[in-house]
């Protein structure tokens, strides 16, 4: 079946950039997303990529994705004490039925450092 | 306009009990989804609901039940609790085919 991958930690000091990377196996994944979760509450979508696209750029936010390796990285310019979450990478090969199921990764802490 | 509501925020169970988690949400929304969420192991889809009066299996049925009661709630009911049901549970909805989930704040439920 579909396989989503994460490291599960990252650390990085305020001001240096991050980066998070994930692996999918799904071959026919339409969407890539990645996802913020704060302390105790809920996921919040930050950006999502289209299959056919190779960099999505969103203010401090670049998404690249690499379709040969099937690997998808989020990269976060000016990484802020405020970005200290956990991040989960997910993918999506129902885009456009009745539903849009998601299968997601293990999810990256990312810590950081003042 | 909530969002997506969750209710309870917190339940401790103890084994064989049973109980009724409810969502709800006000963005007119086609589907609902169920979620749970351990630690090292993400987010796996317990049901989801296409439409009002749909329910399908996901990934991780066993155990629950759900009922898609009008087109804003969607219940998930553990019928005898169980440790391994210990978990933080996520609802969601998202218009169809549309690319974005909103998710609740989730219940952190715990059985002994």
């Known amino acids: 079946g579909e396989d989503v991958e994460q490291s599960l930690f990252l650390s990085v000091r305020e001001g240096d950039s991050s980066v998070i990377n994930c692996t999918y196996t799904?071959?026919?994944?339409?969407?890539l997303y990645w996802y913020k979760q704060e302390p105790g509450a809920g996921l919040q979508l930050l950006t999502y990529?289209?299959?056919?696209?190779d960099m999505k750029q969103d203010q401090r936010l670049t998404v690249l994705l690499n379709k040969k390796d099937k690997h998808l990285s989020l990269r976060i310019a000016d990484t802020q004490t405020g970005d200290s979450a956990i991040y989960f990478c997910?993918?999506?090969?129902?885009?456009?039925?009745?539903?849009?199921?998601?299968?997601f990764g293990t999810g990256t802490l990312l810590a950081v450092q003042p | 306009n909530a969002g997506v509501t969750q209710t309870p925020k917190f339940q401790v169970l103890k084994t064989g009990q049973s109980m009724t988690l409810q969502c709800a949400q006000d963005?007119?929304?086609?589907?609902m989804y169920w979620y749970r969420q351990d630690p090292g192991m993400g987010l796996r889809l317990i049901y989801y609901?296409?439409?009002?009066?749909?329910?399908d299996k996901g990934e991780v049925p066993n155990g629950y039940n759900v009922s898609r009661l009008n087109k804003r709630e969607f219940s998930l009911r553990l019928e005898s609790a169980a440790p391994s049901q210990t978990s933080v549970y996520f609802c969601?909805?998202?218009?169809?085919?549309?690319?974005?989930?909103?998710f609740g704040p989730g219940t952190r439920l715990t059985v002994t």
């Open positions: 969601a909805s998202s218009v169809a085919s549309a690319y974005e989930q909103y």
């Open positions: 799904d071959s026919s994944s339409t969407y």
């Open positions: 990529i289209f299959s056919n696209m």
């Open positions: 997910a993918e999506s090969s129902d885009y456009g039925g009745a539903t849009n199921k998601l299968i």
């Open positions: 963005m007119n929304h086609n589907s």
């Open positions: 609901s296409a439409s009002e009066g749909t329910t």
